[in-house]
């Protein structure tokens, strides 16, 4: 979409400088685009991702291991306990991690 309109705005600089430390911290470059975002959505949030990565490397080591475990107990006919009790103690920290991802954008406001 252009943007042809212009909305001029007299601020102080101390809240120019309020202004800037905000966008900072919200990972925003461009001046502009975050007083846009903030007249019309009143809120810009910055997702650190990096448990949601932890939590996917942690899905795909359990979804390898439970292929080598169902491949081993078809070719042998049996699975091991330990196999059990690692995967099942692997599954543990995937819900611990989600169950603390969750909490903490659910007190994003």
Known sequence: MKKEEELKVRISPEDKARIRSKMEEAGILNMSAYVRKMALDGICVKLDLAEVRQLI???QRCST????YAKRANE???VYAADIEDLRSRLEEIWELSRQSLAHL???R
């Open 57 to 59: 490397v942690l899905l």
């Open 65 to 68: 291991n439970l292929n080598q």
């Open 76 to 78: 042998t006919g049996s």
């Open 106 to 108: 659910a007190s994003i």
